[in-house]
């Protein structure tokens, strides 16, 4: 008898962590992400795993998303010694998105402990140390996609390319439990169809439990062409009232995506009079990366780029002005109009965006433009559903600036597309949604009983699934 328990990103979206246990894979966790919004110190101190951590006998990690993997120096921080595995290009990707994090983490509790100081009260502990992302990078042992590997003796795994973003995968478990086989698959985060830089989610079509993600398990996107007028419309409009244009932009994925149509964009002539502004040092360093696995990637959709010497970096946008020192990051506040800034995080929880909402936010003639899904209690969530004043580094500064958001660029399968990926499965299996909003995954469920018969279950935090 094997059982799941879903900790994380049960009817919710970030936080996703989930645990296999059974007497031949010992205790697995099939992700460690991060719970995002509100203050990453308070969350940290306060937010307990519902396992003993020095139990754990392995991690499977989907991708490099923080939602996903962020927990990871605090599980080795109180005790975990065993494997983790993820696909090649996820651990190069942890190596910079777990040490962005924690760095941002340690910042924030240090001015926390000065505040504390100043009042008297008693300082907090740390929950991780820098020296934790090293220990987790110790852990990771890195497999190729489609090669299955025992990860026990009894128990294989695989990753198949997930096409969220670079390296996010599927993770398809096979049990042996005496005499019977079992099969456990991890949807992970599923990427959209025909995107530019990823290939399409790999189908599979046998298993006794699927774990589906359902983000937009409620709509589907703007189509990519839709969304690409709107943001042509969107910088004339900004042109014309001699504004400026912020984007808040996740550092793996979209950040890469953007920047490739804005290639294109200035290209056709549209960016003729605009400055492009990468303000994120880790999103740099990730777009290197990207380059380095270019050709890996869905080259049919990118052929500017995997010919000749041409790279995201390159000569494809050769407006682009990358601002990795802060001098360089605040030289960008003198500019007038023009600009396209594109900083983390791309939900504004943290990072340089925020300096830049303290600049331009209370102006109406600037835009600010989402790209990406907002979760609850994120400062861009609030943006988006149409907040009137917001506080920043402790003032408040009123919205007048253009909120403005482009579905299309999600890297996310929309409902169409989850439903089109489960129903691939041939032996009706158990199916569990998760990482997705209530409302999102009431949807995606109904949606698949009355088109398609299949029954689905909403798993609540701390429930288990025996198969």
Same mark, same amino acid.
């Given at each position: 008898?094997?059982?799941?328990?879903?900790?994380?990103?049960?009817?919710?979206?970030?936080?996703?962590?989930?645990?296999?246990?059974?007497?031949?894979?010992?205790?697995?966790?099939?992700?460690?992400?991060?719970?995002?919004?509100?203050?990453?110190?308070?969350?940290?101190?306060?937010?307990?795993?519902?396992?003993?951590?020095?139990?754990?006998?392995?991690?499977?990690?989907?991708?490099?998303?923080?939602?996903?993997?962020?927990?990871?120096?605090?599980?080795?921080?109180?005790?975990?010694?065993?494997?983790?595995?993820?696909?090649?290009?996820?651990?190069?990707?942890?190596?910079?998105?777990?040490?962005?994090?924690?760095?941002?983490?340690?910042?924030?509790?240090?001015?926390?402990?000065?505040? &504390?100081?100043?009042?008297?009260?008693?300082?907090?502990?740390?929950?991780?140390?820098?020296?934790?992302?090293?220990?987790?990078?110790?852990?990771?042992?890195?497999?190729?996609?489609?090669?299955?590997?025992?990860?026990?003796?009894?128990?294989?795994?695989?990753?198949?390319?997930?096409?969220?973003?670079?390296?996010?995968?599927?993770?398809?478990?096979?049990?042996?439990?005496?005499?019977?086989?079992?099969?456990?698959?991890?949807?992970?985060?599923?990427?959209?169809?025909?995107?530019?830089?990823?290939?399409?989610?790999?189908?599979?079509?046998?298993?006794?439990?699927?774990?589906?993600?359902?983000?937009?398990?409620?709509?589907?996107?703007?189509?990519?062409?839709?969304?690409?007028?709107?943001?042509?419309?969107?910088?004339?409009?900004? $042109?014309?009232?001699?504004?400026?244009?912020?984007?808040?932009?996740?550092?793996?994925?979209?950040?890469? !995506?953007?920047?490739?149509?804005?290639?294109?964009?200035?290209?056709?002539?549209?960016?003729?009079? $605009?400055?492009?502004?990468?303000?994120?040092?880790?999103?740099?360093?990730?777009?290197?990366?990207?380059?380095? $696995?270019? &050709?890996?990637?869905?080259?049919?959709?990118?052929?500017?780029?995997?010919?000749?010497?041409?790279?995201?970096?390159?000569?494809?946008?050769?407006?682009?002005?990358?601002?990795?020192?802060?001098?360089?990051?605040?030289?960008?506040?003198?500019?007038?109009?023009?600009?396209?800034?594109?900083?983390?995080?791309?939900?504004?929880?943290?990072?340089?965006?925020?300096?830049?909402?303290?600049?331009?936010?209370?102006?109406?003639?600037? %835009?600010?433009?989402? *790209?990406?899904?907002?979760?609850?209690?994120?400062?861009?969530?609030?943006?988006?559903?149409?907040?009137?004043?917001? %506080?920043?580094?402790?003032?408040?500064? *009123?919205?007048?600036?253009?909120?403005?958001?482009?579905?299309?660029?999600?890297?996310?399968?929309?409902?169409?597309?989850?439903?089109?990926?489960?129903?691939?499965?041939?032996?009706?299996?158990?199916?569990?949604?998760?990482?997705?909003?209530?409302?999102?995954?009431?949807?995606?469920?109904?949606?698949? $009983?009355? !088109?398609?018969?299949?029954?689905?279950?909403?798993?609540?935090?701390?429930?288990?699934?025996?198969?």
């Amino acid at each position: 008898m094997a059982t799941i328990k879903f900790i994380g990103a049960a009817q919710e979206v970030t936080g996703s962590c989930h645990l296999l246990e059974s007497s031949v894979t010992g205790k697995v966790l099939l992700d460690c992400g991060m719970h995002q919004g509100g203050d990453a110190v308070e969350r940290l101190q306060h937010e307990s795993f519902l396992f003993d951590p020095r139990q754990i006998d392995t991690v499977i990690l989907s991708h490099a998303h923080i939602d996903h993997s962020g927990l990871l120096p605090k599980l080795v921080h109180e005790g975990f010694k065993g494997k983790i595995y993820c696909t090649e290009a996820t651990a190069e990707l942890l190596d910079i998105m777990l040490n962005d994090s924690t760095n941002l983490y340690l910042r924030d509790l240090e001015k926390e402990n000065l505040r &504390r100081a100043r009042r008297g009260k008693k300082t907090l502990k740390p929950q991780i140390v820098s020296s934790d992302v090293g220990k987790v990078l110790k852990l990771c042992k890195p497999q190729p996609y489609n090669k299955p590997f025992a990860f026990s003796d009894n128990a294989t795994v695989a990753f198949h390319d997930a096409g969220h973003i670079l390296g996010s995968a599927i993770i398809e478990i096979k049990l042996q439990e005496k005499q019977q086989q079992k099969t456990l698959v991890f949807s992970g985060d599923l990427g959209k169809k025909n995107t530019v830089l990823m290939n399409d989610p790999m189908t599979l079509t046998q298993a006794d439990v699927v774990l589906m993600e359902g983000t937009y398990g409620n709509r589907d996107h703007r189509s990519l062409d839709n969304t690409i007028d709107q943001l042509r419309d969107i910088l004339q409009e900004a $042109w014309d009232d001699g504004g400026n244009v912020l984007i808040p932009a996740f550092a793996v994925g979209r950040t890469q !995506e953007l920047l490739f149509y804005l290639g294109c964009l200035n290209h056709e002539g549209v960016l003729d009079n $605009w400055h492009v502004y990468l303000d994120s040092p880790m999103a740099i360093q990730v777009t290197r990366i990207y380059d380095r $696995w270019l &050709r890996t990637l869905d080259c049919e959709g990118i052929k500017p780029l995997c010919s000749g010497d041409q790279t995201l970096l390159g000569k494809f946008l050769p407006k682009l002005h990358l601002t990795v020192k802060p001098e360089e990051s605040m030289a960008i506040n003198n500019i007038k109009n023009g600009a396209i800034i594109i900083a983390g995080s791309g939900m504004c929880t943290g990072g340089r965006i925020r300096h830049h909402f303290k600049q331009r936010i209370w102006n109406k003639l600037n %835009r600010i433009i989402f *790209v990406g899904f907002q979760a609850y209690g994120t400062l861009g969530r609030i943006l988006v559903d149409g907040v009137k004043h917001i %506080r920043l580094f402790g003032d408040e500064y *009123v919205v007048k600036a253009h909120i403005e958001t482009l579905g299309g660029f999600s890297a996310h399968a929309g409902q169409t597309e989850l439903i089109e990926w489960i129903s691939q499965f041939k032996n009706n299996p158990r199916i569990m949604l998760v990482h997705g909003e209530p409302e999102a995954l009431d949807a995606l469920s109904q949606k698949l $009983w009355d !088109e398609k018969g299949i029954q689905t279950d909403i798993p609540q935090r701390g429930q288990s699934l025996a198969f």
